[in-house]
């Protein structure tokens, strides 16, 4: 069995640690899809892909969950199959619930604000997920807001995701981040994307095109002390355009029979994310797994990157 290291409450992975301190790259990876994205094996499976790309593409993968009240930064593969098989058994668990399954010996999956916390505890400043969460339809009224939007704006991490799904409110989601003060980037376009399509109808003021602009971004951010994370979209692969398409007309005819049959508050996220893969035949499940993948190579990229710059600046500093 893997010998982790204590750091404070945490424990690391001897890999993710050594990989730290020698300044090699690693990418943190969300644990609520393995437990609530898809059944097993097939999230067992699809984790261990992930890591993969994260491995073939220079990075070392963290992927971050809390087993018996004990956070984890980097998983043995018991550990991820356990996960696997216990699938919602784990409390979704974002940074209002750490205290709680901690405390409590519990088992957590975390969302993207936990995994941004722990992340950032043990010094990992680039973390991968497939789509944040943003400002619910009709938030203005119910402020059903994401957490995952206070975290950007207070803990400097860089989220490479592909989007936000258009079952919420992008634009006003946009318009929370920039309260926040959180720098919203797309890789390759001007146009914020909607996970399952390029489009959203939404521009933001940076483009980057290359994995060496994104590290230049996050080294700035990082330099001036900002304090704030940074959110870097990734479009859908083109493979998956068509799919992601007719993905995004499920979703419009979701919304449609939601507001028809008054679905409102939290009951419509599972109404709609259930119709929309229930209409689509699967579908979905199957671009979101690409997305993921995608998106973890495209970090790996950003992070190998972030390591080589870092490691040029030291040495001129010298």
């Known amino acids: 069995m893997n010998q982790f290291i204590e750091k404070g409450h945490i424990k690391v992975a001897p890999e993710v640690y050594h990989a730290l301190m020698n300044g090699r790259p690693v990418v943190a990876l969300e644990s609520t899809i393995i437990s609530h994205g898809m059944p097993y094996p097939q999230n067992y499976e699809t984790a261990k892909e992930v890591e993969s790309i994260v491995r073939e593409n220079g990075a070392v993968p963290a992927t971050i969950a809390i087993l018996d009240g004990t956070p984890f930064i980097g998983l043995s593969d ?3 199959r356990r996960l696997a098989i216990l699938g919602r058994k784990v409390q979704k668990t974002a940074r209002r619930d750490i205290p709680h399954i901690v405390s409590a010996g519990g088992n957590g999956a975390t969302t993207v604000s936990a995994t941004m916390v722990f992340a950032h505890k043990v010094g990992i400043p680039v973390f991968v997920t497939g789509g944040i969460g943003g400002v619910h339809r009709h938030g203005e009224q119910t402020m059903d807001i994401s957490s995952d939007l206070t975290e950007l704006g207070k803990t400097p991490v860089t989220v490479i ?11 006003r989601t946009l318009e929370y981040l920039e309260t926040q003060g959180v720098t919203v980037a797309v890789y390759g376009s001007n146009e914020f994307p909607s996970f399952f399509t390029e489009n959203s109808g939404c521009q933001v003021p940076c483009r980057l095109d290359s ?15 900002l304090g704030t994370g940074i959110l870097i979209a990734v479009p859908i692969p083109k493979d998956y ?3 992601g398409n007719m993905i995004e007309r499920a979703i419009q005819q979701a919304l449609a029979e939601a507001k028809e049959k008054n679905v409102i508050g ?3 996220t599972p109404f709609l994310l259930a119709r929309v893969n229930e209409l689509t ?5 199957v671009a979101n797994i690409a997305l993921v ?4 190579r495209m970090g790996a990229r950003i992070s190998v990157a972030l ?11 010298l």
């Open 78 to 80: 018991d550990q991820l």
């Open 161 to 171: 995701s592909a989007g936000v799904k258009s079952i919420l409110d992008i634009p």
């Open 211 to 225: 994995p060496e602009e994104c590290a230049k971004l996050i080294d700035a951010n990082s330099n001036l002390s």
């Open 241 to 243: 355009a068509a799919s």
């Open 266 to 268: 939290n009951e419509a």
């Open 281 to 285: 035949g699967g579908a979905s499940l």
């Open 293 to 296: 993948k995608n998106n973890a």
């Open 307 to 317: 390591a080589k710059l870092r490691r040029g600046t030291v040495r001129s500093a």
